[in-house]
């Protein structure tokens, strides 16, 4: 991996998966024994958490009657 201008680097794909990290969720970087460790933020939202916030009061009778499989996959995922 590289460190970008930024300071950023790139947690490969498996990883994320088998560590059930997602986008939007929240890490910290903690030093410890001169090694940087990633860590989950512990009261933090979880992915279906900021899910449901997203989500809350779009629902309704008819709110998504109607629509097409584009719209409501625009609708779910906030775009």
């Known amino acids: 991996m590289k460190l970008n201008s930024k300071g950023q680097v790139t947690i ?30 512990a009261d933090a939202e979880t992915r279906g958490q900021r899910l449901v916030r997203h989500m809350r009061g779009r629902g309704g009778a008819g709110a998504v009657e109607g629509l097409s499989t584009d719209e409501l996959m625009e609708l779910l995922r906030g775009e």
Do not use: K, M, T, Y
Not at 14 to 25: F, I, M, Q
């Open 12 to 41: 490969p794909a498996g990883l994320r998966a088998r560590h059930n990290l997602h986008e939007g969720d929240e890490v910290d970087v903690v030093e410890e024994g001169g090694a940087l460790r990633i860590v989950r933020v």
